[in-house]
């Protein structure tokens, strides 16, 4: 009797323990099936938010942009919370979750305060260059970084059996995303046209790297001339296409199409840099990306992999042409058939519904200040260099020393501690500075970065400076300008790098597995994507990151 009763309760124990298990591997099964085989992080460089829609009607049906906003999550108020916007800022924070104050990356170049030496935000000369003799554009690496990224935590979450790989014309678009622990990292070499990398990553090229760079790719590239995808007279949304706001490329150079980059290739000055500053500079970067994931195998098991591409030509075309102009819109034209191209390839390649993708921009970009003015609207450039020796010369007036300001860089005023003597003396050179900026008519504001919180200026741009100061790497004080003014060294073309929403306010869509249809305009900001994504794939946030997820990519 008592053993049949022994048989009944072990059974019955038996049988719960089996269901208890079964549910077990069930919910482990499906947090499995949560995360994609890919990841695939898209920045275009320098696209303004508004570029979506101002040529909505011109992106083809089943084109890439028209495919991310009707199928895809669209964010559609996401903002840069610090200054200033640059590029290797950009990319540093897009994939930290985190800003300048706190990675360190405070623009794509900066003053090491204790030095006084300008430095490239990537420059590493521990690290050679590999796939190239031309050892100053590979002696790059994420060292200058703080933080980890979201790639980097991908690999520690994964014991470094995920894949990441980080794909850009420019050196920082493809090694911030990619991050510390990338794999790979890969990027133009504008003196031989070659993707190389540097020694952070591996000692030699892998062989279809060297193979694709012996094919001639870039040459051929450059042979093809620029024309409008679609005829001239149907640009309506920019200016004619000669026009006095746009830069040529050499002096006798027209802004007319055709653009021959064939004829305008010099080895001894733009090189194959010219590549940067053409669409097929986005179809070669989207062709060698498609080449990633097929030899690294990318998406191909059940580990998560991550591919960071950034398209570079844009941010390049943006500057020389300003966003007006019929090459502006040509190039995002083109582009929207690269986004399809490489979204085709990757239904193909991983698996529709098995890759999750997102697009954004690193910042946007000014409307060219001559246009402006034309159409009644203050504007200037901002000539830092020539005001920085005008400064100078004010100072050593003042007090009887010569180059006490470095650089007005990053529209910050860097000082040379070399020759100034104590406390007292650089409070009082702060002060001379201070009412020296305040005093002209283009400066909104001019703050002191450690006091910042204590200045009698808007919030956000309050903010924004305190986010964007870190001071081992930023100068002093900080310099608004009033709107449509920016540092430039030409009435032609344009730039970024303020607080404004023509900079700051970008591109943000969330696309593919786990992502649902819809759109929200309730504001985010790109220190939101990193941790949307960590909540997405379950990992840990990267270690300096202060976003938050996107919780309307969550609602069911």
Request: aromatic share 12%.
């Amino acid at each position: 009797m008592n053993f049949k009763i022994i048989i009944m309760i072990d059974m019955n124990y038996i049988k719960k323990l089996t269901v208890s298990l079964m549910l077990l591997m069930a919910v482990a099964c499906v947090y499995s099936q949560e995360r994609p085989k890919l990841v695939v992080g898209i920045v275009v460089d320098q696209m303004r938010w508004d570029y979506l829609y101002r040529y909505y009607d011109r992106y083809a049906a089943n084109g890439g942009f028209k495919r991310l906003m009707n199928n895809g999550f669209n964010c559609q108020n996401t903002m840069i919370n610090y200054i200033p916007s640059f590029t290797a800022v950009g990319h540093s924070s897009i994939y930290t979750g985190s800003v300048p104050s706190i990675h360190g990356i405070t623009g794509n170049s900066f003053v090491i305060q204790q030095t006084g030496a300008l430095v490239s935000a990537v420059r590493d000369d521990s690290v050679r260059a590999v796939g190239t003799d031309n050892q100053k554009a590979g002696q790059v690496s994420p060292k200058n970084l703080h933080t980890t990224t979201i790639t980097d935590e991908l690999e520690l979450a994964t014991n470094f059996r995920a894949k990441v790989v980080g794909v850009s014309l420019k050196d920082r678009g493809s090694i911030f995303p990619a991050g510390h622990c990338a794999d790979a990292a890969f990027w133009l070499d504008e003196k031989t046209g070659n993707w190389i990398t540097s020694s952070w990553y591996m000692d030699t090229l892998p062989k279809w790297v060297s193979a694709y760079n012996k094919s001639g790719a870039a040459r051929n590239y450059l042979e093809r001339t620029w024309n409008p995808l679609y005829p001239i007279r149907t640009y309506v949304q920019s200016a004619p296409a000669d026009n006095e706001y746009e830069n040529p490329y050499t002096d006798k150079a027209s802004v007319k199409f055709p653009i021959n980059f064939k004829k305008l290739f010099d080895s001894k000055k733009n090189g194959y840099g010219l590549l940067k500053e053409s669409p097929v500079g986005n179809t070669m970067t989207c062709e060698f990306a498609k080449m990633a994931v097929r030899n690294y195998r990318l998406g191909e098991d059940t580990i998560t992999d991550f591919l960071t591409i950034s398209f570079s030509a844009p941010d390049y075309v943006g500057h020389r042409y300003s966003p007006n102009s019929i090459k502006t819109e040509d190039i995002y034209l083109r582009l929207d058939a690269d986004l399809a191209s490489l979204m085709d390839f990757l239904d193909t390649q991983v698996g529709k519904d098995q890759y999750l993708l997102f697009i954004t921009a690193d910042h946007g970009g000014a409307q060219n200040v001559q246009f402006m003015r034309d159409n009644k609207l203050d504007a200037a450039p901002w000539f830092y260099d020539k005001l920085n020796d005008t400064l100078n010369a004010h100072l050593e007036k003042k007090f009887g020393k010569k180059n006490i300001v470095i650089t007005l860089e990053n529209y910050q005023v860097n000082l040379n501690y070399s020759v100034i003597k104590g406390d007292k003396e650089k409070t009082e050179i702060i002060d001379e500075c201070i009412d020296f900026f305040a005093r002209r008519p283009e400066v909104a504001y001019v703050v002191e970065n450690a006091k910042a919180y204590q200045a009698a200026i808007p919030a956000v741009i309050k903010e924004k400076i305190i986010n964007g100061y870190n001071r081992q790497r930023a100068g002093e004080i900080q310099i608004i300008l009033q709107p449509h003014y920016y540092s430039r060294s030409s009435w032609k073309g344009t730039t970024h790098g303020t607080w404004n929403p023509y900079d700051a306010h970008i591109p943000l869509i969330f696309y593919g597995k786990g992502i649902p249809k819809g759109q929200s305009v309730r504001e985010v900001y790109m220190t939101d994507i990193a941790p949307t994504l960590a909540a997405l794939l379950h990992i840990q946030m990267p270690s300096g990151c202060i976003g938050r997820p996107i919780e309307d990519l969550f609602k069911k």
